[in-house]
């Protein structure tokens, strides 16, 4: 009897080791959690006014969630103040004061789970 070669061993305890990660996963209800984030306009003048929306689904939060609205420029982060608009949405403002690329980032950190959106906004 030939002896299975010891890549396959190893491929076969990593198929399952991410079975029963993902079951127990499923088990607490963290699978399928998942955000979107609008930033408008995406381009605007100096000294405007930009909204900001995030939307998450998969699972059931409020007012007290982890969540950041982050506007970077040149490395340097300033987090948001938001506000949550029911149904697992919340909001912010920025306003840009200096022309330049900016990065818009939103995190949700839920019990394990780290969600990251980015978008870029233009300012003139």
């Not at 088990?27 to 984030?37: A, D, K, P, S, W």
């Not at 980032?105 to 394990?112: K, Q």
Request: net charge negative; hydrophobic share 40%; with cysteine.
């Amino acid at each position: 009897m030939r002896k299975a070669p010891g890549w396959l061993a190893a491929l076969a305890l990593l198929a399952l080791l991410a079975a029963c990660s993902r079951e127990n996963l499923q088990q607490i209800g963290l699978i399928g959690i998942e955000g979107t984030l609008e930033v408008e306009p995406a381009e605007v003048e100096a000294g405007g006014t930009v909204s900001m929306k995030a939307v998450f689904t998969g699972v059931k939060l409020d007012e007290h969630a982890n969540v950041q609205f982050v506007v970077i420029r040149d490395g340097q982060p300033t987090t948001l103040k938001h506000r949550f608009g029911g149904d697992n949405t919340y909001t912010a403002e920025y306003q840009f004061d200096q022309p330049g690329e900016y990065d818009v980032d939103l995190h949700l950190y839920y019990e394990d789970v780290h969600i990251y959106k980015k978008k870029k906004v233009t300012v003139k």
